[in-house]
């Protein structure tokens, strides 16, 4: 029932009986099965901050069977984390801990067959392609536009998909990025905004429960594009407002820019370019 070119796949894995029973139920929804299943444990993802939709993102992903996680944060875990953070608690805000350690530490203890890689990092133009290559899918837990742009650049140049999620408020919005497919986030907005034009989470505030649908949204995406099922993608972009009950869904489809620097003219200058941001 599923488009798969297998001719040229290294074999799938076979399961061994600790995975059968730990994702039983993930392996009898159908359209993952044990096939997608073992698909998931190739498969390999990083993700960009481990905030509060990182931690969400990481968590799914984790728990999922995804067999390799790289996880890319700076940070260090304060109070004001608590409230929407769900992987931190109080003994990593006295520890001082940073956010990719807690995190691995948390989540290796819920499934330790999967191999976590944190970086204690900021992704930069400098570290970007190092930090960002090697893995099959680009999964964005940042609140910095600068950061994005640069998770554009290096998903079009090394044709990597690209997870993009964003939340404040009680708003959010998502969408999956393929090079090749779809457009990708310059297409859409050609520029980042401005430092400081745009509202923050420190300035505008943030509900937890918008993180979890927002994430949820895209930790579905990546099941599907990493299990196989690619005919499933949604191939829009998720606009949510939960408090002013707001749902919008923009089809991507013909919105490719035939003029986009990033895409159509594979000008990559937040890589290149100190300047740029």
Aim: hydrophobic share 40%; proline share 6%.
């Amino acid at each position: 029932h599923m488009h798969r070119n297998t001719a040229s796949e290294p074999a799938l894995p076979t399961l061994n009986e600790d995975e059968k029973v730990r994702y039983s139920r993930q392996i009898r929804f159908s359209p993952i099965g044990e096939e997608g299943q073992a698909r998931l444990r190739q498969a390999r993802v990083a993700i960009v901050g481990v905030g509060a939709l990182g931690t969400a993102l990481a968590n799914h992903l984790v728990r999922a069977g995804v067999g390799y996680v790289r996880l890319i944060d700076g940070d260090i875990v304060d109070l004001s984390n608590l409230q929407r953070q769900m992987l931190y608690d109080e003994t990593d805000v006295q520890n001082g801990t940073p956010k990719v350690v807690a995190a691995a530490e948390k989540l290796s203890a819920v499934n330790s067959q999967v191999e976590i890689e944190p970086h204690v990092a900021e992704v930069t133009w400098q570290n970007a392609e190092e930090l960002l290559t090697g893995v099959d899918l680009l999964l964005d837990g940042t609140d910095n536009f600068a950061v994005r742009y640069l998770m554009n650049d290096v998903s079009v140049k090394h044709g990597i998909p690209y997870v993009y999620g964003g939340v404040i408020g009680a708003s959010g919005s998502a969408a999956l990025f393929q090079p090749g497919e779809t457009p990708c986030l310059a297409c859409l907005y050609p520029e980042p905004p401005l430092p400081g034009s745009v509202e923050t989470c420190e300035t505008a505030g943030i509900i937890g429960p918008i993180v979890h649908l927002v994430t949820a949204w895209q930790a579905t995406e990546a099941l599907k594009y990493l299990s196989g099922a690619r005919e499933q993608l949604s191939r829009r972009l998720l606009s949510v407002d939960l408090w002013n009950n707001h749902f919008f869904q923009m089809p991507l489809d013909g919105k490719r820019n035939p003029d986009c620097h990033v895409c159509a003219r594979r000008r990559f200058r937040f890589l290149d370019e100190p300047s740029a941001i």
